[in-house]
């Protein structure tokens, strides 16, 4: 497919950064691991659940486009992309298998429709994947800012390991999160398939989440509880409040990732990062902290 009007912008970050994910996951982890909260809890779950079916699928369709793409620059970034994106759901997957052990097999179930779903998903024509990927990558810039920007209301006393890794995983999606944009105006450019994308990208994964989280939920008969369906209902609206308008601003014709700021927290994140000595273990977000900073004595 002959790009058009494509020419390669620089991005806010100097480079996409392969780094080791080292989240050692209890084995006793309590799947409800923000206390008291089930609704939150399994949200976040659903949303891990769909990472090792997501983001392998990215890597395929990213790879699949790099035969078409001549942009040096944009082709390293695309080998960071995938090399974050790899590292992401072997993660995930630690932390699925975890969930379903630990009380929650009937979300093997859900593994099984997402499977099939991005199976099919991987068959429709690349331009189709490129603007799925574009348009879920939107979301999750929406994403860091509300778990970032948010995150003493949403992680307080939550696990450090589930609420280090999630931050960390939405820093690293903000870091590459002109990848699959840049990817899909390189290959095709066109407004109209970008657009569906967007709907595409954030429904379809945002909707298997809430499966994964109603099916756990249901195990637990949580929902016959008023309380939980009051959480079920601002769970839900806080994540539309604050990630909704970054959909509606990739849906603008002119809409290019690098116009979304990167929050203070996650340039901090990233330079604390690389003041860590080669193999050191990362340290966890003090989630009891009253400010819950960055987890490294340098910054
Ligand atoms: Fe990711
Ligand atoms: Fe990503």
């Keep these: 497919m002959k790009a058009y009007k494509y020419q390669y912008e620089p991005k806010q970050v100097d480079e996409i950064i392969i780094r080791a994910f080292a989240f050692e996951f209890p084995d006793d982890l309590n799947p409800i691991w923000v206390p008291d909260n089930p609704v939150r809890s399994h949200l976040f779950n659903g949303l891990s659940l769909t990472m090792p079916y997501l983001e392998p699928y990215l890597i395929k369709s990213t790879q ?48 099984k429709r997402l499977a099939a779903s991005f199976e099919r998903l991987s068959n429709m024509s690349l331009r189709t994947q490129l603007a799925y990927n574009a348009g879920f990558e939107s979301m999750t810039t929406g994403f860091t800012h509300w778990l970032i920007n948010r995150r003493l209301a949403l992680f307080r006393d939550a696990s450090p390991h589930v609420a280090s890794f999630w931050l960390m995983h939405m820093v690293e999606e903000t870091e590459h999160k002109t990848v699959a944009f840049d990817a899909y105006m390189a290959y095709s450019g066109q407004y109209i398939p970008r657009a569906i994308g967007v709907f595409h990208g954030s429904f379809h994964l945002v909707g298997f989440g809430l499966i994964g989280m109603l099916t756990a939920l249901n195990k637990d008969r949580a929902l016959r509880k008023p309380r939980n369906l009051i959480a079920l209902v601002r769970e839900i ?12 601003r990739a849906l603008l014709p002119w809409h290019n990732p690098r116009c979304e700021d990167d929050p203070k927290w996650m340039r901090d994140w990233i330079a604390g990062h690389a003041a860590l000595s080669a193999g050191e273990l990362l340290p966890l977000i003090d989630t009891k902290s009253s400010d819950m900073p960055v987890p490294f004595a340098s910054i």
């Design 64 to 111: 699949k486009a790099m035969a078409f793409i001549s942009e040096p620059q944009l082709l390293a970034d695309m080998r960071g992309f995938n090399g974050q994106e790899a590292r992401h759901y072997q993660c995930h997957r630690r932390l699925n298998e975890l969930l379903k052990s630990n009380g929650y097999p009937e979300l093997a179930g859900v593994e």
């Design 237 to 248: 609206s806080s994540m539309i409040f604050n990630v909704g308008p970054y959909l509606l």
